[in-house]
Nanobody, 131 residues
Framework: QVQLVESGGASVQAGGSLRLSCAASGLTYNKYLWGWFRQAPGKEREGVATIDPDGNTDYIYSVEGRFTISQDNAKNTLYLQMNSLKPEDTAMYYC?????????????????????????WGQGTQVTVSS
């Protein structure tokens, strides 16, 4: 059974930095698509960043240049380095992972949509940025 545990969330002031971690267990396949999502109060969950089996990354426009997604395959851990944090980054942050049998199929369906609908999810970690 796949389990994801996020950590690293905290309350920080605008301009500060945080590094979120997502430790995974129960992974038995050899190719995964990973992602970070966030959900602010009263808003829909949105994708923040993804990293595919080849290490290709994608970000939503609002975090490009400030956030970096990375992974440590040996530790089955996903990271999100967040710099220059803004109050609008305040949200519960979730990691998600899904097996990749065909990136072509996933891309045709939409990477964010596929992760959201078919991925395993953690319980989230809260990030609060004050101005």
């Amino acid at each position: 059974q796949v389990q994801l545990v996020e950590s690293g969330g905290a309350s920080v002031q605008a301009g500060g930095s945080l590094r979120l971690s997502c430790a995974a267990s129960g992974l038995t396949y050899n190719k995964y698509l990973w992602g970070w999502f966030r959900q602010a109060p009263g808003k829909e969950r949105e994708g923040v960043a993804t990293i595919d089996p080849d290490g290709n990354t994608d970000y939503i426009y609002s975090v490009e240049g400030r956030f970096t997604i990375s992974q440590d395959n040996a530790k089955n851990t996903l990271y999100l380095q967040m710099n220059s944090l803004k109050p609008e980054d305040t949200a519960m942050y979730y990691c998600a992972v899904t097996e990749v049998h065909s990136m072509t199929v996933i891309q045709a369906l939409g990477v964010w949509t596929f992760l959201r609908d078919y991925g395993y999810w953690g319980q989230g970690t809260q990030v609060t940025v004050s101005s």
